[in-house]
C-alpha cells in the first residue's frame, strides 16, 4: 500500500474529527444536549425550484440519456448556461469550452492543482486555510508555502507575500469568502496579489496562476462584492461548487474553469482535463449537471444564516470573547482567550461546545465556530459560551 494514503486514511481531518465525536455525543447524552459547531453543513433546505427541475428532469427526460454518462469535461448546453450566467453577471469574459464539470469544490481543487503543479513546484496558500488544501497540493509532490493573514483584518500580511515567493512558486490559491475565517478579499488586496504575481512571473519568466476557490461566494452579509478574478489576472483558474449556495453538499456538483486569457491556454484546459482523467472525475454526477441551467443565480434562504450570524456575533461579544465581524461565509472566527486554541477547545468541549481549533487552519489562536445551524441551537448554546468566558474571567 502507499504509506503516505494509508496515514491520511488513518487520521481524520480534525473538523471531521470532531463532528463524529460530536455524533458520538449525541448519542450518549441526547442530541439537544451537545452544542455542535464542528461542520460547514449547510442547515437550510435546497430551494424549491431545485426540487421541482429533479422532479421535471426525472418523469420528462429519457432516462437512459439523464443517468448516462455524458462527456468526460460535461454536458456541452450545460457548460454553455454556466458560462452565460457568469458573462451576465460578473461579465467575467469566460468560454464554456474552458469549464470542466466536477464532483464539488474538492474535486475541482485537486485537478486544478494536479495540472498545475510538478514536484518540487511551490504553492502559497494564504493562512487560515481549509485545510483539505494542503493534502491537495502536497500530493502532487509540491511544497505549500502558507503566508498569516494580518490578525486585525484577516486580510493577507502582504509583507509576508511578497517574502514567500521563489523562482519555485507555480501557484497562489485563494479562498473569498473565506472557510475559516468568514473574511472577503477586498478589492485592493486583490490588486496588490495581483500586483506582486504580475511581478513575480515576469521575474521567472513563466506564469503564476491563481486559484480561486468560491464555494461561498453568495454567502455575504455586509455591503461587499466578491470581485470576479478573471477580470483582474489572466492565469486565473475558478473553482466553484454549488454545495453551499444551494445547499447541496452530498450532490457532489460544481465546475472548474480557466480564464480565456490564460497563457497556453488550450494546453492548460487539456491539463485540466487530464488531471480529471487521471483522478477518476470524468463525468459529473449527470442528475445533477442538468438541474444547473435552471437554478443558476438561485441560492437557499440566507436570512438564517445572516441572523444566525448577528445572534452569536451579540451574543459571543456579551459574554467577552473577541469576534471578528466577517463579511461573509458561515463562520465566526473567535480568538482563543489563552494562547492554546486546542486547549481553549478541549474545555469548550468539556461544556459540550464543539468548536473547532485553527490550528489545522494553518494558524494558531483561534477556534472557527460553524453558524450554519438551527438559530435554537444558537440560543441554547449560550449559556454554555457564558460559563465558557466565565472560566476565562471575561464575564462574570
Ligand atoms: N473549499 C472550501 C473553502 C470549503 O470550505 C469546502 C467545503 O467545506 C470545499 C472547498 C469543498 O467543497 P465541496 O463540497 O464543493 O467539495
Given at each position: 500500500?502507499?504509506?503516505?494514503?494509508?496515514?491520511?486514511?488513518?487520521?481524520?481531518?480534525?473538523?471531521?474529527?470532531?463532528?463524529?465525536?460530536?455524533?458520538?455525543?449525541?448519542?450518549?447524552?441526547?442530541?439537544?444536549?451537545?452544542?455542535?459547531?464542528?461542520i460547514g453543513n449547510p442547515s437550510v433546505p435546497a430551494p424549491e425550484r431545485v426540487r421541482e427541475t429533479l422532479v421535471r428532469?426525472l418523469?420528462?427526460?429519457?432516462?437512459?440519456?439523464?443517468?448516462?454518462?455524458?462527456?468526460?469535461?460535461?454536458?456541452?448546453?450545460?457548460?454553455?448556461?454556466?458560462?452565460?450566467?457568469?458573462?451576465?453577471?460578473?461579465?467575467?469574459?469566460?468560454?464554456?469550452?474552458?469549464?470542466?464539470?466536477?464532483?464539488g469544490?474538492?474535486?475541482?481543487?485537486?485537478?486544478?492543482?494536479?495540472?498545475?503543479?510538478?514536484?518540487?513546484?511551490?504553492?502559497?496558500?494564504?493562512?487560515?486555510?481549509?485545510?483539505?488544501?494542503?493534502?491537495?497540493?502536497?500530493?502532487?509532490?509540491?511544497?505549500?508555502?502558507?503566508?498569516?493573514?494580518?490578525?486585525?483584518?484577516?486580510?493577507?500580511?502582504?509583507?509576508?507575500?511578497?517574502?514567500?515567493?521563489?523562482?519555485?512558486?507555480?501557484?497562489?490559491?485563494?479562498?473569498?469568502?473565506?472557510?475559516?475565517?468568514?473574511?472577503?478579499?477586498?478589492?485592493?488586496?486583490?490588486?496588490?496579489?495581483?500586483?506582486?504575481?504580475?511581478?513575480?512571473?515576469?521575474?521567472?519568466?513563466?506564469?503564476?496562476?491563481?486559484?480561486?476557490?468560491?464555494p461561498y461566494?453568495e454567502l455575504?452579509?455586509?455591503?461587499?462584492?466578491?470581485?470576479?478574478?478573471?477580470?483582474?489576472?489572466?492565469?486565473?483558474?475558478?473553482?466553484?461548487s454549488f454545495s453551499k449556495s444551494l445547499s447541496l453538499p452530498g450532490e457532489r456538483i460544481?465546475?472548474?474553469?480557466?480564464?480565456?486569457?490564460?497563457?497556453?491556454?488550450?494546453?492548460?484546459?487539456?491539463?485540466?482535463?487530464?488531471?480529471?482523467?487521471?483522478?477518476?472525475?470524468?463525468?459529473?454526477?449527470?442528475l445533477f449537471?442538468?438541474m444547473i441551467?435552471d437554478c443558476?443565480g438561485l441560492t437557499s434562504d440566507l436570512s438564517v444564516y445572516r441572523s444566525n450570524?448577528?445572534?452569536?456575533?451579540?451574543?459571543?461579544?456579551?459574554?467577552?470573547?473577541?469576534?471578528?465581524?466577517?463579511?461573509?461565509?458561515f463562520?465566526?472566527?473567535?480568538?482563543?482567550?489563552?494562547?492554546?486554541?486546542?486547549?481553549?477547545?478541549?474545555?469548550?468541549?468539556?461544556?459540550?461546545?464543539?468548536?473547532?481549533?485553527?490550528?489545522?487552519?494553518?494558524?494558531?489562536?483561534?477556534?472557527?465556530?460553524s453558524y450554519c445551524v438551527s438559530p435554537d441551537l444558537?440560543?441554547?448554546?449560550?449559556?454554555?459560551?457564558?460559563?465558557?468566558?466565565?472560566?476565562?474571567?471575561?464575564?462574570?
Amino acid at each position: 500500500m502507499n504509506e503516505k494514503m494509508r496515514e491520511l486514511g488513518a487520521r481524520r481531518s480534525a473538523i471531521r474529527e470532531l463532528f463524529e465525536y460530536g455524533k458520538r455525543r449525541k448519542a450518549e447524552i441526547g442530541a439537544d444536549r451537545v452544542f455542535d459547531f464542528s461542520i460547514g453543513n449547510p442547515s437550510v433546505p435546497a430551494p424549491e425550484r431545485v426540487r421541482e427541475t429533479l422532479v421535471r428532469l426525472l418523469s420528462e427526460k429519457d432516462p437512459v440519456a439523464l443517468h448516462g454518462y455524458t462527456s468526460a469535461q460535461g454536458d456541452p448546453s450545460v457548460r454553455a448556461a454556466i458560462a452565460d450566467y457568469l458573462n451576465r453577471t460578473y461579465n467575467a469574459g469566460v468560454d464554456a469550452n474552458l469549464i470542466y464539470l466536477t464532483a464539488g469544490a474538492a474535486a475541482s481543487l485537486t485537478i486544478s492543482l494536479t495540472a498545475l503543479l510538478n514536484p518540487g513546484d511551490e504553492a502559497i496558500l494564504l493562512a487560515p486555510f481549509f485545510p483539505e488544501y494542503r493534502v491537495f497540493a502536497e500530493r502532487t509532490g509540491a511544497k505549500v508555502v502558507s503566508v498569516p493573514a494580518d490578525p486585525k483584518t484577516l486580510q493577507p500580511d502582504f509583507k509576508s507575500l511578497e517574502a514567500a515567493f521563489s523562482e519555485k512558486t507555480r501557484v497562489l490559491l485563494v479562498n473569498s469568502p473565506n472557510n475559516p475565517t468568514g473574511a472577503v478579499l477586498t478589492e485592493e488586496s486583490i490588486r496588490r496579489i495581483v500586483g506582486l504575481l504580475e511581478v513575480n512571473q515576469r521575474k521567472q519568466g513563466s506564469p503564476i496562476w491563481l486559484i480561486s476557490d468560491e464555494p461561498y461566494r453568495e454567502l455575504v452579509w455586509g455591503d461587499v462584492t466578491v470581485p470576479y478574478l478573471t477580470r483582474y489576472y489572466a492565469n486565473t483558474l475558478v473553482c466553484y461548487s454549488f454545495s453551499k449556495s444551494l445547499s447541496l453538499p452530498g450532490e457532489r456538483i460544481g465546475y472548474v474553469l480557466v480564464s480565456p486569457k490564460a497563457e497556453k491556454v488550450s494546453d492548460i484546459y487539456a491539463a485540466v482535463c487530464g488531471a480529471g482523467r487521471a483522478l477518476g472525475f470524468v463525468c459529473a454526477p449527470s442528475l445533477f449537471q442538468y438541474m444547473i441551467p435552471d437554478c443558476l443565480g438561485l441560492t437557499s434562504d440566507l436570512s438564517v444564516y445572516r441572523s444566525n450570524r448577528e445572534r452569536f456575533l451579540a451574543g459571543l461579544r456579551e459574554c467577552g470573547f473577541r469576534v471578528i465581524n466577517p463579511d461573509g461565509a458561515f463562520y465566526l472566527f473567535v480568538e482563543s482567550p489563552e494562547p492554546d486554541a486546542n486547549a481553549f477547545a478541549e474545555r469548550a468541549k468539556s461544556l459540550e461546545l464543539l468548536v473547532v481549533p485553527s490550528d489545522s487552519f494553518g494558524c494558531t489562536g483561534f477556534v472557527r465556530i460553524s453558524y450554519c445551524v438551527s438559530p435554537d441551537l444558537i440560543e441554547r448554546s449560550m449559556p454554555a459560551f457564558r460559563k465558557l468566558a466565565a472560566s476565562y474571567g471575561l464575564c462574570k
